[in-house]
């Protein structure tokens, strides 16, 4: 069955960028969204955005100046990277698939932002 | 943005009850709601979706009602697996779906 796998520096200094990298096994990165989810003590589960296989991005309204994401179909592999992070974006990343809501999930990387 | 209101934020239940977990959201998702459950140092897993049809391999002592505006997850008869976080999400609002803030359920 589908796997998902998040991968990147557990630790980032603020004002840099975050950047993760999900890998997708057993299974195809299309015809499907994919979408990246944080979890924090002080915010619960917070929705970062989703990309399609093609490309196409939607951004929650809250990030959208710092966030991108970006999608490479022959690795099946998507990416998301978070610019000039503070210690609000310390989190758990998780990557997960969407089939009608988020249907499988990446076990999750602990990101500390921190000098 | 719409607000996802999950009660109680704790639940004690001993093992083989039957547990009640209620969501709210403001203003109304229609049917597009899911259940998760998530363990200490696990992902969140997907239970139910379109508030009341159960994902893959989920089994059918869980179950989930409403509509609109009202949700409920039923766990028929705890199990010891059964003893985690529980958070409701809408997704009507796509491409901005919330999540409630959870429920825990914990061994009486």
């Known amino acids: 069955q589908v796997q998902l796998q998040e991968s990147g520096p557990g630790l980032v200094k603020p004002s840099e960028t975050l950047s993760l990298t999900c890998t997708v096994s057993?299974?195809?990165?299309?015809?499907?969204?994919w979408s990246w989810i944080r979890q924090s003590p002080g915010k619960g589960l917070e929705c970062i955005g989703y990309?399609?296989?093609?490309?196409?991005?939607n951004y929650n309204p809250s990030l959208k100046s710092r966030v991108s994401m970006s999608v490479d179909t022959s690795k099946n592999q998507f990416s998301l990277k978070l610019s000039s992070v503070t210690a609000a974006d310390t989190a758990v990343y998780y990557c997960?698939?969407?089939?009608?809501?988020?249907?499988?999930w990446g076990q999750g990387t602990t990101v500390t932002v921190s000098s | 943005e719409i607000v996802m209101t999950q009660s109680p934020a704790t639940l004690s239940v001993s093992p083989g009850e039957r547990a009640t977990l209620s969501c709210r959201a403001s203003?109304?998702?229609?049917?597009?709601l899911a259940w998760y459950q998530q363990k200490p140092g696990q992902a969140p897993r997907l239970l139910i979706y379109?508030?009341?049809t159960r994902a893959t391999g989920i089994p059918a002592r869980f179950s989930g009602s409403g509509s609109g505006t009202e949700f409920t997850l039923t766990i028929s008869s705890l199990q010891s697996e059964d003893f985690a976080v529980y958070y409701c999400?809408?997704?009507?609002?796509?491409?901005?779906?919330?999540f409630g803030g959870g429920t825990k359920v914990e061994i009486k």
């Open positions: 203003p109304s998702v229609s049917n597009s």
């Open positions: 997960a698939r969407i089939y009608e809501t988020m249907d499988v």
């Open positions: 990309i399609y296989y093609t490309g196409s991005t």
């Open positions: 999400q809408q997704y009507n609002d796509w491409p901005h779906p919330t």
């Open positions: 057993g299974g195809s990165i299309s015809p499907f969204y």
């Open positions: 379109g508030a009341s």
